[in-house]
């Protein structure tokens, strides 16, 4: 039986939406897993543990995201929408002096 290949733009939207959940849903769940570590009132090393928890489901989500968008673009678009504002969200909160700054130097 014969099949017929599918066309090269169905083919890179494909490309296109595993990249965006393999890298995107990967650079999402680190930052999320960073800025829960970083709000969480939690002693700092079970908020970090926490943050790595919750960046499993962060990144599976990422990854249906990618695949369930309509269109390839819309699905990288999302997934940049969700980066700005978890990048955004602990400096915003430090910029209105609701969480303390970082201790510099490390930790004891």
Not at 2 to 13: F, N
Not at 37 to 47: D, G, I, K, N
């Amino acid at each position: 039986m014969l099949s017929i290949p599918a066309p090269w733009s169905e083919r890179l939207g494909i490309v296109s939406r595993a990249l965006a959940a393999i890298v995107g849903g990967y650079a999402l769940a680190a930052l999320c897993s960073v800025a829960l570590a970083l709000l969480l009132p939690l002693a700092r090393s079970e908020a970090v543990t926490w943050g790595m928890l919750a960046s499993f489901a962060v990144y599976a989500g990422a990854a249906l995201w990618a695949f369930a968008a309509s269109t390839a673009a819309r699905a990288w678009g999302g997934l940049a929408l969700a980066l700005a504002v978890v990048a955004a969200l602990p400096a915003a909160l430090r910029w209105l002096g609701w969480m303390a700054p970082l201790a510099a130097g490390g930790g004891a």
